[in-house]
Each structure stands twice: as structure tokens, then as C-alpha cells.
């Protein structure tokens, strides 16, 4: 796989890179391909090692929205 720059978020990176390779048959590859002069590129390669030891630490939570279809689909039975 490869990855062409930083995603936005560390989950979009994770979620993304953490499937290759899942089969202990067919091993992966991920080259992550950084712009040198875009900075969050740049920080990303000058911690790779750093960001990897602690990878889930840095996991954005995730925003609800509560009249989102599938939140109302999910809460509305309970409430009922």
C-alpha cells in the first residue's frame, strides 16, 4: 500500500494502513510517500517512530451528530 502524504486525522491513518497485511500467509507493505514541505508531512517523518510507539494515543474521538439518521435509528428504539 501506499500512502501518498499525512491524512488529515491519525484515525484516517490508522484505519487505513492497519489492514494491510492481516493475513500471516500474505504479509504487507506500507510506504508512506510525505512532502517535505508540507509541515504536517514533515512533522509526521521527523517523529515517525515516536508516532508509532503511541500509535492509538493520538486518536481523534469522533463527532455525533444527534439528529443524524443513524443516530436516531440507533437511540429512538431505546427511548420508545
Do not use: C, W
Not at 39 to 59: G, I, L, M, N, T
Amino acid at each position: 500500500m501506499v500512502v501518498l502524504g499525512q491524512p488529515k486525522t491519525s484515525a484516517e491513518y490508522i484505519q487505513a494502513t492497519s489492514r494491510v497485511g492481516r493475513d500471516v500467509a500474505r504479509p504487507g507493505l506500507v510506504v508512506t510517500l510525505l512532502n517535505i514541505h508540507k509541515p504536517r508531512d514533515r512533522s509526521h517523518y521527523e517523529r515517525f517512530q515516536a508516532f508509532h510507539a503511541s500509535f492509538y494515543r493520538s486518536v481523534e474521538a469522533t463527532s455525533v451528530t444527534p439528529y443524524a439518521p443513524r443516530a436516531l435509528d440507533r437511540a429512538l428504539p431505546a427511548t420508545l
